[in-house]
Every structure is written in C-alpha cells, then in structure tokens.
C-alpha cells in the first residue's frame, strides 16, 4: 500500500510527531471515546508512543495495525485516523477500524477514508475478506458499514470492556468479501 493516499477531500497519510496535539484532543472527547475500547483518559505518553509505532509500521504486515492520519485537503487539518490488520492466522484478511473528531462527523469523511482504503485493501492487497465490529449502540458506524456494503455476520455479547463507562460492551463483526467489493 503506499505511504499515502487520496480521496477527493482528504489525504489519509502516515502519522508525524505534530499530530500528537490533536490526536490526543479527539481520542480523550468522551463523545469520541464512548464507543471505543481503549483506556481513558487517553495519556500523553500511550499517544507518543502509538505515533512512533504509526511511524514504523509496514503494510501488510500480519497482525500489525497501519494506521493512517486522515487529513483534509483543504486546510491541512487532521480530523481522525483509520488503521487496518491483516491477520495473522489467514493474510488475505483483514480487520480495519477507524476513529474522526467529533468536528468531522456526518460529513462523509468516514465513509470516504474507508472507501478509499477498501478499495487499495481489495485490488492492491488483493485480499478476500475485510472485517470491522463497532458497538451494537454505534448507529453512525453501523450505518457506514451497511451504507457501504458490509454484512453483519455476528453480535457479540458483552465481548470488550468500555473503559470509559467501566461495562462490558456488545458488538457486532461485520465482513465484506474482494468479489462483492468489486461488483458494486
């Protein structure tokens, strides 16, 4: 996958060190965090340290998250990011996630990032199967999943601790496969 990509409003690109300020803004926004796993708040020294792993990271490689930085074009300004793992039980899967700033909500950013990295996943990757789980209570992201072609295939009960509300959370795992990402 190359080290940067485009759509027609924003560049999804690797993470820099400046990033840092805002990366730690919208991954601490308890509007940002309340459907997400990882722990709150969310400390200085996890986010140098996920920017130096960001930074270092090969495509493809099993079992490692690539993150990247989803900027907009039109101002410079980083508004999220989105990261996918090919796993390493089979290398032609993979699991993507992605995370925007409240800012960039309901704009179609998510939708176009994720296109986008689809998109490369499917025909340069030449991968079978893409999976993504969000919160069974995450309406946006259930939405751009389905919008975009996902299938739901499971509800997990209770599988992830919410950190930030001390519960245990449901999800869904939904999955896309090459040949129906390239007959749409």
């Known amino acids: 996958m190359?080290?940067?990509l485009e759509t027609s409003r924003l560049i999804l690109r690797p993470f820099r060190d400046s990033d840092l300020e805002t990366f730690l803004a919208y991954r601490n926004d308890p509007d940002v965090f309340r459907y997400q796993g990882w722990k709150t708040p969310f400390l200085r020294e996890d986010a140098v340290e996920f920017?130096?792993?960001?930074?270092?990271?090969?495509?493809?490689?099993?079992?490692?998250?690539?993150?990247?930085?989803?900027?907009?074009?039109?101002?410079?300004?980083?508004?999220?990011?989105?990261?996918?793992?090919?796993?390493?039980?089979n290398p032609r899967q993979a699991y993507l996630g992605y995370t925007l700033s409240r800012s960039a909500w309901k704009q179609g950013y998510a939708s176009e990032a994720v296109r986008k990295v689809l998109d490369q996943l499917f025909k340069t990757f030449n991968l079978h199967?893409?999976?993504?789980?969000?919160?069974?209570?995450?309406?946006?992201?259930?939405?751009l999943l389905e919008r975009l072609g996902f299938r739901r295939e499971?509800?997990?009960?209770?599988?992830?601790?919410?950190?930030?509300?001390?519960?245990?959370?449901?999800e869904y795992l939904y999955a896309m496969l090459?040949?129906?990402?390239?007959?749409r």
């Open 2 to 4: 190359p080290l940067s």
């Open 154 to 170: 499971a509800h997990y009960l209770e599988s992830f601790w919410l950190e930030s509300q001390a519960v245990w959370g449901s």
């Open 129 to 143: 199967r893409i999976m993504a789980d969000c919160d069974v209570e995450n309406d946006a992201s259930i939405c």
């Open 51 to 89: 920017i130096a792993h960001a930074k270092d990271a090969i495509p493809g490689t099993p079992g490692e998250w690539l993150p990247f930085a989803l900027e907009r074009k039109d101002n410079g300004q980083m508004i999220g990011d989105i990261a996918f793992h090919v796993t390493k039980s």
């Open 178 to 183: 090459q040949r129906e990402w390239i007959l």
